[in-house]
């Protein structure tokens, strides 16, 4: 005969609450689980944020006209996001670009609900990345290409000749271009660190507009003309020579220039006037006549400025 088994009256069942049928369910973990991921979410955006991207110099935290009003929201983003957006203005995502095992997004700090005006957002997208450096550059061969190129800038959005070498351990830079509203930049502001293993990524379009650098042309070298009347005013003494006029020698100029301590410097030679006729001096003059150099006639390669 099969023994019968007494069921236990109100035994406690673990992690399960009573419904009003007498079912019960279970629920309380499942409903710690989301704010445990939103918490973990804040940790990593507040640190990346706070510490990853300002460590290189550039205010991330605002206090500008584009800080946003009120408080960030914290998400778990879709995985594989195509664009970044702010208002009417997009660029392709830096997900686009990743390939299996180089890394993952990890969470996004936004403004609460919809923005009353999209340019005055911006939108922090949080990576957790292996080799920023390769991933990074390979970004900027996207983003500087195409029709609508972006710039490297710096934080006034002057555009910049160079680009620079990144590495792992750390690094920072700025991707601008002008924004489809007008008197805006629509910029990426990039930085990451090794020892976090974070990227952040940071979208905005505060105002500002893009510039190139102003060239500063090199001033024209002085004459022969104007640099022999030049050496024929100054007293023998200041050209390491006897004498008390430099009518006293005959001076040549030497065909070109010669470049002395970066400068371009004319060469000439100053023969003493008379029977002898002999070399008394060679004398370089840079072409802003403000350097004086003295070649030693007798070794031809020591020289010594003399102003």
Not at 35 to 41: A, C, K, R, S, Y
Not at 96 to 113: D, K, M
Not at 133 to 140: C, G, N, P
Not at 174 to 199: C, D, M, T
Request: net charge negative; glycine share 10%; with cysteine.
């Amino acid at each position: 005969m099969k023994k019968k088994v007494k069921k236990k009256k109100d035994e406690p069942v673990e992690n399960a609450e009573s419904t009003g049928g007498g079912k019960k369910k279970k629920g309380k973990k499942k409903l710690l689980l989301i704010p445990v991921l939103l918490l973990l979410v804040a940790a990593i955006a507040a640190a990346a944020v706070l510490f990853v991207l300002p460590h290189f110099g550039i205010n991330l935290l605002g206090g500008g006209s584009e800080e946003p009003s009120g408080p960030v929201e914290e998400k778990i983003p879709k995985k594989g996001i195509e664009t970044y957006a702010v208002g009417e203005d997009t660029a392709v995502a830096l997900d686009t670009i990743l390939e299996e095992g180089e890394g993952e997004l990890l969470a996004l700090r936004s403004p609460p609900g919809k923005a009353d005006d999209g340019v005055e957002s911006r939108y922090t997208y949080i990576y957790e990345l292996n080799g920023a450096a390769a991933i990074v550059d390979r970004y900027l061969d996207l983003m500087m290409s195409g029709e609508e190129p972006f710039s490297l800038v710096d934080e006034s959005y002057l555009i910049l000749e160079e680009r620079p070498e990144l590495e792992d351990a750390e690094g920072a830079l700025i991707l601008a271009r002008n924004s489809v509203v007008e008197g805006h930049v629509f910029q990426l502001v990039i930085g990451w660190s090794e020892a976090s293993a974070n990227l952040a990524v940071r979208v905005s379009a505060p105002e500002g507009a893009l510039h190139k650098p102003v060239k500063v042309e090199p001033p024209k070298p002085a004459s022969v003309g104007e640099q022999m009347a030049t050496i024929q005013s100054m007293s023998p003494a200041e050209l390491a020579l006897p004498g008390s006029s430099m009518s006293e020698y005959d001076i040549y100029p030497i065909e070109g220039f010669v470049k002395i301590d970066g400068m371009d410097c004319r060469r000439f030679h100053i023969y003493e006037a008379g029977d002898s006729y002999s070399l008394a001096g060679i004398i370089f003059l840079s072409g802003d006549q403000q350097h004086v150099y003295r070649m030693d006639p007798d070794d031809n390669t020591i020289i010594t400025e003399l102003k």
